[in-house]
């Protein structure tokens, strides 16, 4: 379970939690076939508390080859910050909460 403090937005850890369990590993159980993509659904509602942090963990979970979008839920987020953790342009929505 991941705890997050009031108020604040931890991509990072977030984004650390999905590299560290590994969950797409068949190390782990993962029996996909090679050809099926591991996708990662980042949701947000604002920007991320530790910028610098959470690009060094979206660059690394990319990659070992999974495909990440960013969906910003709020007018809070920095859409540039979602295009950099997102694995194309392309991969980038956003709502209004």
Excluded: H, W
């Excluded at 969950?23 to 050809?35: D, L, V």
């Amino acid at each position: 379970m991941l705890c997050l403090r009031p108020g604040g937005t931890s991509t990072d850890s977030s984004l650390m939690m999905v590299k560290t369990l590994q969950k797409f590993a068949s190390t782990t159980g993962y029996r996909g076939p090679p050809e099926v993509e591991s996708v990662i659904l980042l949701l947000t509602d604002g920007r991320s508390d530790a910028p610098t942090a959470t690009a060094a963990v979206a660059r690394d979970l990319k990659a070992a080859g999974n495909t990440i979008y960013a969906v910003g839920v709020s007018d809070r987020i920095n859409y540039n910050e979602l295009a950099s953790l997102a694995s194309k342009p392309e991969y980038v929505f956003t709502v209004d909460s």
